[in-house]
């Protein structure tokens, strides 16, 4: 092990011991000797990445925090004792914890069996298949409900063709709307896990006269254990504090998720709401920090000299893994297509002929909403690409002393549920003493709160890129002379931009379809298209609310497709866009 | 330019990577930092480029301070193992990044590195981009690259290593000829001793931080001070001091026992001296030939009933027709052939 | 010279602060601009002001529309500097939470003398001018389906045939499930009334969190019931879903919808044209043509409404609320509700 170069993966010993040099004062000092201006804008640097993070993100937590201590008796527990007392609340638990684990089981098992077909088997139409895994992704995760009800409800088109008689409304009914609206994420990260093979290793297996089924044992299972984890977590976190999908198809189903909803817009118990919201924050960042702790950047571990993957026909293999998959791609398509579907009808579902009416929005702001959504998104995917790229740079490149804790501060929003963001903004920003109260009602404080909601996995993106930008160029740049700002736009920028082009769509799409957090900052100018999707749904334009998920995907999609040839246009075909 | 180093040191958590190494570098000289992976070189570059900062220590370049100069401000042209080619620029960009950090007017600019490409024979490739260029074509631009602002010292951190072995050489020949054209003190950073003997105006043998070592290649090979260079530069037999092994000390210290001696193969001669002193015998125990050299392990017994037998290689020239395992043979020994060595 | 990257980059720096910066709200009032937070309909709230500003031509009125419970929970969050400068058509079971009215402030427009007194504050913070009441959609396709028969009151609704096939609001997240109860402990008395709502309890499928939401589900065929408002059930049939209106023959309960001039006010004097104009007489044409019950003489009943089956005297199947009795009584019947009931 070359000594010079041990500073690559540092430990977190190691970094504790690197904070303690860095703030010992000798080395301050014989540091701020060589002080010029690049080295104070240096410092400042990892400032600037931390401002607007303990802002907008911690800020907002410690209003939340607050909140739940404050009774009207003064601080205390008795928001606390008072929620966690009940026996309802035991059970919102269990729902939200039986809802989470079948869906995070089923979805793993799915989404596993997907990739590998994708990836390891020779099935036709690949590409094909891998969009339709990716759909869901597109649209406000409403719409995963709206379109189980139109096909299985009670009245639905499976009841009303067949005869049949089931209910999809409850427990069941969830948890499949979460599997189609969390599987797409699942898909990426296995898919991405399991396109890196070492070829060496399954001709090694198949010399030794291990069969199929012991070699995905030995071989290809251990070797993707960090992306079951990762997607896993993923899954988890998703699942447990989404609240669109159990409102539209739960029934009486009560989770923690939609409880916060309740206690916030039905009974205005914003206390109460916020005692559920940290509680809904603690599994959530347990799971978070356990799957940090767990795979603690160990995600590469395939050796430069691999070999890709040869995959050997099987037509067997190829039959199991296509009669397996084309189910799964057709309940996706028949779900969103049910959607896309009902907003062309006149009356679904009673009058099934070709209508555009409901494409004529009759609510107070038209169409309006889909185009504040569009600049939210522009904005949100411009100050994403600013934040993410400028956090992953200092965390990367800067190494001070702040770099443990900075790294952790751009990650933790991972482990914050949208509504509870979006609630602590309330909270925090409206409020005629807050310094940033003008903020309050604007489009960019939503697209703000959408940068912030998604900067785990923003900064995530570009923090991966930026590690396979070797550290040696900036090296070589320094050596020859160039300041760093130089280096960041002459060498830097030029590698990492289609990266960064990836970052701002995943921005824009997520700003696009959330609902979570922006419900609660929504204001008469400022309604986005998402919000427009469920006050429809909820006023029972069941067409219209239909219509207007399609407008939502047409956008995305069309976004999508401009980057996708942009990016093309330019030569970058490998980098991945739907995130 | 003259460097001076002193009293260098400096740990990454905990393990001490640089332990109060000192140096001086005249100027025009190359000098080339020698050791297993591991031994510190590297860091010990990376600091004199101000890539990483000591704990503690002072550099001096031609008297100056250089402890608080940044990287981009110490004027010295570093090549990389990796050769660290901007992706996104073509070769003569490259070669021009450090020009336009320095704001030379842009005929200068072109001029500078049409006139160092062509050093490099590279003049053809200009327009081309690091992934068109093999790795050695790589590596002369990145040379060009570093020496394009008139550096006042030149930092070639392990340069060859990523090489085929015939390009390494040529490579070899192409940095020495540079060097010597442009009369630049170097610094070469290098684990392989043949590159470090062939190319170096002094050696420094370095190992886990500190120096164990510095002189001219040849001294450093005939007149090795520690087992440790002995060992890691060429071959030679570390034995023990034994009465049957005549040698002249040159330790200066009166009355101190050496422990350890060296000899180096070639230095073993077999059969052939008239002399009685010096001159014992062994048995062949293993014959490799080389073609034009054979190296040939012995068997010597050990006289005091305790010892081990001693295993010593001896090379002779040409096939060393006659050789069997088993045969016992007369060695023989010049006593000015001996090193007295410490133990490391 | 190694100064420019660092003034470059500054530049960039402050050149993105001020695209951000243009981005921003104006903070400063503008004359002629006034925020409305309503909880009426999103169609007769476009209906309606588009007639104010046909009215009001030099006004801007920054409208948002959300649903009883989420207006109220957004203005308790926003009481610290609130966003708006009148509440227009607002649940008055809302409206008298004491944290509301002390953000209100006394004023009395113009014609005021036109709305009865019941149906304003005695120190003038709000007076309601139209409102809502309980009704059943039911869904004639699916009555035929499962052979049920037409329910015509609450109580019909406690028959066996009925398990599974009625869904109603959560009272705990809608204003309209909150009325419904309330009418029913009001109409019954608090012994009787819960007894019923248990009984009804064992033939609900679901508790839906939203006011409106039962009647869409009746409405798509999900359920043969949803119990919802009038109004609701007017305009589905009017979209042409296959439902009857039903009126429970006990008498439907009912909500008023209050406006009222907040203190916070940055611009009171278009605020109080804006509340003027809410009394005026276009406006009331307009209330009479969206709404079943309006406060204010002076207009007639739609055809359309009486078609779906709304009597033409609505008086005679309202229920007479308390709604003094159901917002101080709201967070116990809550936690009563929920205890007992809430899935």
Not at chain 1, 198 to 207: F, G, T, V
Not at chain 3, 259 to 268: F, I, V
Request: glycine share 8%.
């Amino acid at each position: 092990m070359a000594l010079s170069r041990q500073e690559d993966e540092p430990s977190p010993r190691l970094l504790f011991r690197r904070m303690l040099t860095m703030i010992s004062p000798a080395v301050f000092v014989r540091k701020m000797k060589g002080a010029d201006g690049e080295a104070l804008l240096r410092g400042l640097m990892p400032l600037l990445v931390a401002l607007p993070l303990v802002l907008f993100v911690l800020y907002p937590m410690v209003h939340i925090l607050g909140r739940s201590f404050q009774t009207p008796e003064g601080a205390g527990f008795g928001n606390y004792i008072s929620v966690m007392g009940t026996s309802r609340f035991l059970g919102l638990v269990y729902n939200s914890f039986a809802v989470t684990l079948m869906t995070t089981g089923i979805t793993l098992i799915l989404a596993y069996v997907y990739a590998y077909a994708i990836q390891r088997t020779r099935i036709p139409f690949k590409n094909a298949f891998r969009l339709f895994a990716l759909i869901p992704v597109f649209a406000p995760s409403l719409v995963q409900a709206q379109g189980l009800v139109l096909l299985l409800g009670r009245n639905g088109l499976i009841n009303r063709t067949f005869g049949t008689d089931f209910s999809i409304y409850g427990y069941w009914g969830i948890v499949i709307a979460s599997v189609l609206y969390v599987f797409p994420y699942a898909f990426l990260i296995f898919s991405a896990s399991l396109a890196m093979a070492d070829n060496r290793l399954y001709e090694s297996s198949r010399i030794l006269g291990a069969g199929s089924v012991r070699t995905f044992l030995k071989v290809t299972l251990p070797s993707t254990r960090f992306a079951v984890m990762a997607s896993g977590f993923v899954v988890f976190t998703l699942v447990m504090t989404d609240f669109g999908n159990p409102m539209v198809i739960g029934g009486d189903y009560s989770v923690l998720a939609t409880e916060v909803y309740n206690q916030v817009i039905g009974q205005a118990n914003f206390e109460m709401g916020a005692v559920i919201g940290m509680v809904l924050l603690l599994p959530v960042a347990l799971a978070v920090a356990l799957e940090k702790w767990l795979t603690g950047g160990r995600n590469m571990e395939i050796s430069d000299r691999a070999q890709p993957l040869r995959i050997q026909p099987h037509l067997p293999r190829d039959l199991a893994f296509g009669s397996l998959v084309l189910p799964m791609a057709s309940v996706i398509i028949a779900v969103v297509g049910v959607v896309i579907f009902a907003s062309f009808t006149h009356l679904w579902p009673y009058r099934m002929e070709f209508s555009l009416r409901h494409y004529n929005f009759d609510v107070q702001n038209g169409i309006a909403p889909l185009w504040n959504s569009i600049y939210i998104g522009l904005m949100a995917a411009g100050i994403g690409v600013i934040a993410a790229g400028l956090g992953a740079w200092v965390t990367e490149r800067c190494r001070t002393f702040m770099d443990g804790p900075l790294y952790f501060l751009c990650i933790a929003p991972a482990a914050i549920p949208g509504m509870v963001l979006g609630l602590g903004y309330v909270l925090a920003f409206n409020h005629p003493s807050s310094p940033l109260a003008m903020l309050y009602g604007s489009l960019l404080l939503l697209a703000v709160c959408n940068v912030y909601h998604y900067h785990a996995q923003g900064f995530l993106i570009a923090s991966t890129s930026m590690k396979q930008i070797a550290g040696t160029y900036d090296e070589a740049s320094a050596a020859l002379g160039g300041s760093f700002i130089r280096t960041l736009r002459k060498i830097t920028l030029p590698l990492m931009w289609p990266t960064l082009v990836g970052v701002a769509v995943f921005f824009f799409m997520r700003s696009m379809v959330t609902l979570s957090a922006v419900i609660f900052l929504i204001t008469p100018s400022t309604q986005v298209a998402a919000v427009s999707v469920l006050m429809l749904e909820d006023r029972g334009a069941v067409n219209q609310a239909a219509a207007f998920s399609v407008c939502i995907m047409a956008v995305v999609v069309g976004v999508l497709l401009v980057a996708r040839l942009l990016l093309n246009a330019f030569g970058y075909r490998h980098i991945s866009l739907i995130r | 330019m003259s460097l001076e180093i002193r009293k260098i040191s400096k740990s990454f958590g905990g393990v001490k990577a640089l332990d109060d190494v000192s140096l001086s570098v005249e100027t025009g000289e190359m000098i080339c930092f020698l050791g297993p992976s591991g031994c510190g070189k590297t860091t010990l570059l990376r600091i004199i480029a101000g890539l990483e900062y000591p704990d503690g220590g002072s550099m001096y370049l031609d008297g100056r301070d250089l402890s608080s100069l940044p990287a981009r401000k110490r004027n010295f042209g570093v090549v990389f193992q990796s050769y660290s080619l901007f992706p996104n620029l073509s070769a003569a960009a490259n070669v021009a990044y450090g020009l336009e950090c320095r704001r030379w007017p842009g005929e200068k600019i072109r001029k500078r590195v049409e006139e160092m490409l062509a050093l490099v024979h590279l003049g053809d490739h200009a327009r081309k981009l690091p992934h068109q260029l093999s790795g050695g074509q790589q590596q002369r631009v990145a040379l060009a690259r570093a020496l394009a602002p008139e550096p006042s010292l030149l930092l070639l951190d392990e340069p060859l290593s990523a090489l085929d072995a015939q390009v390494r050489e040529e490579l070899q020949e192409e940095i020495r000829r540079v060097q010597q054209h442009l009369k630049i003190t170097t610094i070469m950073v290098t684990h392989d001793q043949e590159e470090a003997l062939s190319m170096a105006d002094r050696v420094m043998v370095m190992k886990d931080g500190t120096v164990m070592q510095t002189g001219p290649p040849m001294d450093i090979y005939k007149r090795p001070e520690n087992s440790f260079v002995a060992r890691f530069i060429g071959k030679m037999n570390v034995l023990p001091a034994q009465k049957e092994i005549p040698f002249q000390s040159h330790v200066a210290a009166e009355g101190s026992r050496p422990r350890i001696i060296g000899i180096r193969p070639e230095d073993v001669q077999i059969a052939c001296c008239g002399r009685e002193e010096g001159t014992f015998s062994g048995v062949v125990d293993q014959v490799v030939r080389l073609g034009n050299l054979t190296r040939v392990s012995l068997r010597v017994e050990s006289t005091g009933g305790r010892e081990k037998d001693l295993l010593i290689l001896s090379e002779l020239q040409g096939m060393g027709e006659g050789l069997e395992v088993g045969a016992s043979l007369p060695l023989c020994i010049q006593p000015e052939n001996v090193r007295v060595l410490e133990w490391h | 010279m190694k100064f420019w990257g660092i003034k470059s980059f500054m530049v960039c720096l402050f050149a993105a602060a001020g695209i951000m910066g243009a981005f921003l709200p104006a903070t400063g009032v503008h004359a002629g601009e006034i925020t409305v937070y309503t909880s009426y309909e999103e169609d007769e709230a476009a209906a309606f002001l588009a007639a104010a500003r046909r009215d009001l031509p030099d006004i801007k009125v920054n409208l948002l529309r959300l649903s009883t419970g989420d207006l109220h929970a957004r203005m308790l969050a926003e009481s610290a500097n609130p966003r708006h400068d009148v509440i227009w058509g607002w649940a008055v079971t809302n409206m008298v939470d004491p944290r509301i009215l002390n953000m209100l402030e006394p004023y009395r427009p113009q014609g005021i003398e036109k709305v009865p007194a019941r149906f304003r504050d005695t120190e003038n913070r709000w007076f309601a001018t139209t409102g809502y009441m309980a009704a059943f959609c039911v869904n004639n396709e699916v009555l035929k389906r499962r052979n049920l028969p037409m329910p015509t009151s609450w109580e019909d609704l406690l028959k066996p045939e009925f398990k599974g096939e009625v869904v109603m609001p959560n009272p705990a997240s809608s204003g309209t499930g909150y009325l419904q109860i309330a009418s029913i402990l009001q109409m019954k008395g608090e012994d009787k009334g819960w007894r019923y709502l248990e009984d009804l309890d064992k033939n609900i499928a679901q508790y839906i969190k939203s006011g409106s939401r039962p009647c869409n589900a009746a409405s798509a065929g999900e359920f043969a019931v949803g119990a919802s408002f009038a109004l609701r059930a007017i305009k589905n049939i009017d979209e042409g879903f296959p439902i009857t209106m039903v009126i429970p023959s006990e008498g439907a309960g009912n909500e008023l919808e209050a406006t009222g001039l907040m203190k916070s006010s940055r611009n009171k004097k278009d605020a109080k044209r804006f509340i003027d104009w809410a009394l005026s007489a276009n406006a009331v044409n307009e209330y009479y043509r969206w709404k079943e019950i309006v406060t204010v003489s002076g207009g007639t009943m739609p055809k359309n409404f009486v078609a779906a089956g709304l009597p033409e005297d609505i008086g005679s199947v309202m229920v007479d609320m308390d709604f003094n009795w159901s917002a101080t009584n709201r967070d116990r019947i809550l936690n009563t509700w929920q205890q007992r009931l809430e899935r």
